[in-house]
């Protein structure tokens, strides 16, 4: 199966909702949409807990039956993305804003002792809102030191007014960014697998103009290796 295949499947068992406090300038994500999703995690995450099997815990980041018992949901992330078409129409006109898809889809990281362990995936199933995974234990850990670090970082290069951040997923190229919106404009984050797709070698804020082409050109290199015998 290719990778973008592979990907599409993958991103339809994300999900989850609400805002992430990041002072004064934080903003509700979803509103009403948040809360239902928020609702469809508390409830369905015991169950999803308790079918984890006990020999294979390590591979969703716990260490023990017992930290199963004290998991709680921590601040949601909301999943969106741009489609080739989206990127090339944002790159020919050298776009400083983005407009991306929602895709229905949430992330919840679920908490022990403080510490992301895994992610819950929040889904819109025939209109209502339901628990449809859990996984990704490393991009928890990641998704936890990032969204840690925004306050500080936005306040080192004097941006205020952030938005919830929302997790911007590039399926042809496989990666994922962080898309954040300040008073002063939008930006977006790698987070390791994008960092590989557009040759950065380290964490920085890209803003929208210097970021899509990189990402289109990494989506166009993505396709033409699919197309090739």
């Known amino acids: 199966m290719r990778w973008s295949n592979i990907f599409a499947i993958v991103a339809a068992v994300l999900s ?12 509700m994500a979803g509103g009403t949409q ?18 984890l099997p006990v020999d294979e815990l390590n591979l969703y980041g716990f260490a023990s039956t017992d930290e199963l018992g004290i998991a709680q949901l921590g601040d949601p992330i909301e999943i969106v993305t741009m489609t080739p078409d989206d990127l090339k129409a944002a790159s020919d006109s050298n776009a400083d804003k983005l407009s ?4 229905a ?11 992301y362990r895994a992610l819950l995936s929040v889904d819109r199933t025939g209109g ?19 969204t840690q670090q925004l306050p500080a970082e936005a306040s080192r290069d004097g941006l205020s ?5 929302k ?17 002063q404009g939008e930006y977006l984050v790698p ?25 289109q050109t990494a989506v166009e290199s993505a396709l033409a290796n699919e197309a090739a015998p």
Do not use: H, N
């Not at 999703?37 to 369905?44: D, E, F, L, R």
């Not at 919840?108 to 002792?113: K, T």
């Not at 209502?128 to 990032?146: F, P």
């Open 16 to 27: 989850v909702a609400a805002v992430l406090a990041f002072g004064s300038g934080a903003v």
């Open 34 to 51: 948040a809360d239902a999703v928020v609702k469809a995690a508390q409830a369905g995450l015991q169950s999803w807990l308790d079918a």
């Open 100 to 103: 991306p898809r929602a895709l």
């Open 105 to 115: 889809q949430w992330y919840v990281p679920i908490i022990v002792d403080g510490r």
């Open 128 to 146: 209502a809102w339901e628990v449809v995974g859990l996984s990704a234990a490393q991009l928890a850990r990641e998704l936890e030191q990032v």
């Open 161 to 165: 007014g952030l938005e919830a951040p």
């Open 167 to 183: 997790l911007l997923r590039i399926f042809q190229a496989r990666a994922d960014l962080l898309y954040v919106k300040a008073s």
């Open 191 to 215: 987070l390791q697998s994008a960092r590989l797709a557009l040759k950065v070698t380290q964490e920085e804020w890209l803003t929208p103009a210097s970021a899509v082409p990189r990402l």
